[in-house]
């Protein structure tokens, strides 16, 4: 089992930048693929970003636009860079990755708060 850990959260004010981080511990036999996930109060946990180890990322809609995903296979962390933020980023940020042994095993980090105000 692996545990993910994010970091990076806090207090940005509109237009300004952030970088989140997420961490894995344990063992596996692979991590693989992670993704970054938001939930902001009242509203449904959406997904953001997904990055494999080989490099491919996806995003959905317009999440391309000032969002993006990278990640550091050694370090076995991920990263999602923000942009321009908004008020209506506001909200808590999920690491999320798949474990491997076997069989492949979801898990969720306990999230990062995130807002944006002035």
């Known amino acids: 089992q692996i545990q993910l850990v994010e970091s990076g959260g806090g207090l940005v004010q509109p237009g300004g930048s952030l970088r989140l981080s997420c961490v894995a511990s344990g063992n596996a036999v692979s991590i693989n693929p992670w993704g970054w996930y938001r939930q902001a109060p009242g509203k449904q946990r959406e997904l953001i970003a997904r990055?494999?180890?080989?490099?491919?990322?996806d995003y959905p809609g317009s999440m391309k636009d000032r969002f993006t995903i990278s990640m550091d296979v050694a370090r076995r962390t991920t990263y999602l860079q923000i942009n321009n933020m908004r008020p209506e980023d506001t909200a808590v940020y999920y690491c999320?990755?798949?474990?491997?042994?076997?069989?492949?095993?979801?898990?969720w980090g306990q999230g990062t708060q995130v807002t944006v105000s002035s």
């Open positions: 990055i494999t180890t080989g490099g491919s990322t």
């Open positions: 999320n990755a798949f474990y491997c042994f076997d069989e492949c095993y979801p898990t």
